[in-house]
């Protein structure tokens, strides 16, 4: 069986018995699924801010989210973490963030 490590591994299903085939021979990895949990439960420390968006992009990451059974804004949240760890460590700053 293989262990997913990041959301964008989980392909947009046609139906849901391709979605039922692929999480037969896959599985989320233990770390995935407690990033999306400890992620839902900073709400109390967060910021709420506004971002003017495309509606037709918006409706897109909102279909994703659906598919992956995760709210959209935490999976853009999910998104954006992501991509600053990534260019924390590309840029050697990676330590600036846990500061």
């Known amino acids: 069986m293989r262990t997913i490590s990041r959301w964008e591994d ?3 299903f046609d139906s849901e018995g391709s979605e039922a085939d692929f999480w037969v021979e896959n599985r989320p990895d233990l770390r995935l ?3 999306a949990v400890v992620g839902a ?3 109390s420390e967060s910021t709420t801010i506004t971002l003017r ?3 037709r992009m918006l409706a897109r990451i909102k279909r994703v989210a659906r598919s992956r ?3 959209y804004q935490s999976m853009i949240k999910q998104w954006l973490s992501e991509r600053m ?3 924390l460590r590309q840029s050697g ?3 600036s963030m846990n500061s």
């Open 93 to 95: 700053n990676i330590r």
């Open 10 to 12: 989980v392909p947009i």
């Open 85 to 87: 760890e990534q260019e």
């Open 69 to 71: 059974y995760i709210n």
């Open 33 to 35: 699924m407690e990033s």
């Open 53 to 55: 968006m495309d509606p």
């Open 41 to 43: 439960s900073e709400s």
